[in-house]
């Protein structure tokens, strides 16, 4: 039972860090490029006008929504074997250099916080805690 | 075992049923195609065009008194746009944690080298939004070797004043003060605003 609380928890997690990054996603392909807009939310506008905000020409928060869409495409039936939490658990420890590796570029290279890219972070690392509550949970 | 016990025990191994493994692979196939989409170029018929807003008839451009900032802070002194009637002016409002801004910097350095002999004023004007202060704008002079005056306006109202909702954005002032053309962003490149100065120079 709680395995299935933990997965539900996981799954809807995961659907809203992919709204989140569906959204930042948007609003980084309509933010045009060649200038920074200062009608922007908050610090978002100066992080989706960087460099950082596409990696190889893609946006950034278009890859977190795709690791949000595999979370949750594992969540569902994970409670149904081992096998699916294995995968649930490694695909969530990308959580630990991914989020670092955005937190150091927003707060100390850029230096500005965006509350969206934050958030889809925070959903990172407490969806990668629960995967590991589920595997220390998986036997009981 | 039963050969159905045996089927759902192999299920439970494998942990993805038929249907999961084809919702991942159309998942697979969908980021695969959102990625290359992402990686091409725009067609031309989304590329900007290098041009820049023209005013016809526009009075003269509205006066500011702001600040100078240089790479060790505020001076203390003040300067008017005003001072300057006579001599042609690039005007620029910047931020100093505008990437854009930072890209630009050296062109308008090379710009500034060519132009500054010939009695063209630089001005650039830094603004307060996302918490800039006067001091980051000292930090972006010392780190990009800027030389051209800058000024700080912390109210913002000069930035809206001139309607700036992006930055950069360039104004060219002609001698008499009146705006001759308007620049955002990387449309203003080295040899537009160079073929606008020579020519409110001349």
Redesign the interface.
């Given at each position: 039972m709680q395995q299935r609380a933990l997965a539900w928890a996981v799954a809807a997690l995961a659907l809203i860090g992919l709204g989140v990054s569906a959204f930042l996603t948007w609003y980084d392909i309509l933010t045009p490029r060649g200038f920074c807009s200062l009608t922007g939310f908050f610090g978002c506008s100066e992080i989706l006008t960087s460099q950082y905000s596409r990696i190889g020409g893609v946006p950034t928060a278009f890859l977190g929504a795709l690791w949000f869409i595999v979370v949750l495409w594992l969540a569902i039936g994970v409670t149904r074997g081992e096998a699916r939490l294995i995968y649930l658990l490694g695909w969530s420890l990308l959580a630990i250099p991914g989020v670092g590796a955005l937190a150091y570029i927003e707060l100390v290279v850029i230096g500005a916080i965006c509350p969206f890219c934050t958030s889809a972070h925070v959903l990172g690392l407490v969806i990668l805690v629960l995967a590991v509550i589920m595997w220390r949970n998986r036997n009981h | 075992m039963s050969s159905h016990s045996k089927s759902n025990s192999k299920?439970?191994?494998?942990?993805?049923?038929r249907g999961?493994k084809i919702?991942?692979l159309v998942?697979l196939v969908v980021?695969i195609w959102?990625?290359y989409s992402?990686?091409q170029p725009p067609s031309p018929s989304t590329t900007?065009t290098s041009t820049g807003t023209t005013a016809t008839g526009v009075p003269v451009a509205p006066d500011f008194t702001l600040p100078v900032v240089t790479q060790d802070g505020l001076t203390g002194q003040r300067i008017s746009l005003s001072s300057f009637r006579g001599k042609v002016v690039l005007l620029e409002f910047m931020?100093p944690?505008?990437?854009?801004?930072q890209d630009m910097a050296p062109m308008l350095d090379r710009l500034y080298a060519q132009y500054e002999a010939q009695n063209v004023v630089f001005l650039a004007v830094a603004?307060p939004?996302?918490s800039a202060t006067a001091d980051d704008a000292a930090k972006f002079i010392r780190d990009y070797g800027t030389a051209w005056t800058f000024v700080y306006d912390s109210s913002g109202t000069t930035?809206t004043t001139y309607g700036?909702?992006?930055?950069?954005?360039f104004f060219l002032i002609a001698k008499n003060g009146s705006i001759d053309t308007r620049y955002?962003?990387?449309?203003a490149t080295f040899e537009i605003l160079a073929a606008g100065l020579t020519r409110l120079n001349s």
């Open positions: - | 299920q439970r191994k494998k942990g993805f049923s999961e919702i991942g998942i980021a959102a990625v992402f990686t900007t931020e944690w505008c990437s854009v801004c603004g939004y996302n930035f700036v909702s992006a930055t950069p954005t955002e962003g990387t449309n």
